[in-house]
Structure formats: structure tokens, C-alpha cells
């Protein structure tokens, strides 16, 4: 079994920064591609970052510029850098890894999500 529990999020102010975590436990062989997710009251969840394992990230445009995502994975943890947070980055955020374990094959698991609001 796979744990990918996230660090806490919290209330921010517009212009603010904030790192998310997400760690992986559990039954690891090696983590592939990693993903944070974020979903807004009323919306539908949308991909906001990605990383493959040979390093390359990829963005939504709306977080282009001002989102990172960040790996190590000698401590199966996934970091998301946000700069100059937005009032329309209040989102709960999720993290989402495909795990390759030693017992189960290959396996896409989430986080449970993290609240960050942002005020103005």
C-alpha cells in the first residue's frame, strides 16, 4: 500500500508565497510522474503541473511563470513552489504520483488534498 499525505496549506495573502509537499510511503519502488491538481469551489479539478522522470515540468498557463515543481526523490517527496499567489489560486490542492511498487505493479495515487486560500 501507497500513503501520499500533503503538507497543510493554509490562509495566505494575495502577493504571498507557499510550498506544498506531498511524501510517499509505504510500498515504493520509484515514483514516475508526478502531478499537482487543484480544484476550485464549483469547478472541475484541473492540472496545474507536472513532472516526468526524466525532469521535465510542464505548466497550465494560468500558473506558468509563478508555480514550480520540484522532486526528490531520494525522500519519495514532491514539492509545488508557489509565487505570487492569487486570490484565484484558492483551490484545494492534490497531489498525484504513478508508482511503480515492488508488489502491485505500476499504480496512479492521490494525496487528500490540501486547502490554500488566498485573500486580497
Known amino acids: 500500500q501507497v500513503q501520499l499525505p500533503e503538507s497543510r496549506g493554509g490562509l495566505v495573502q494575495a502577493g504571498e508565497s507557499l510550498r506544498l509537499s506531498c511524501s510517499g510511503s509505504?510500498?515504493?519502488?520509484?515514483?514516475?510522474?508526478v502531478s499537482w491538481y487543484r480544484q476550485a469551489p464549483g469547478k472541475q479539478r484541473e492540472l496545474v503541473a507536472s513532472l516526468t522522470e526524466a525532469g521535465i515540468a510542464d505548466y497550465a498557463d494560468s500558473v506558468k511563470g509563478r508555480f514550480t515543481i520540484a522532486e526528490n526523490y531520494a525522500e519519495n517527496t514532491v514539492f509545488l513552489n508557489i509565487n505570487s499567489l492569487k486570490p484565484e489560486d484558492t483551490a484545494v490542492y492534490y497531489c498525484n504520483a504513478n508508482i511503480e511498487t515492488f508488489t502491485q505493479g505500476s499504480n496512479d495515487y492521490w494525496g487528500q488534498g490540501t486547502q490554500v486560500t488566498v485573500s486580497s
Open positions: 509505504g510500498d515504493i519502488f520509484k515514483i514516475r510522474i
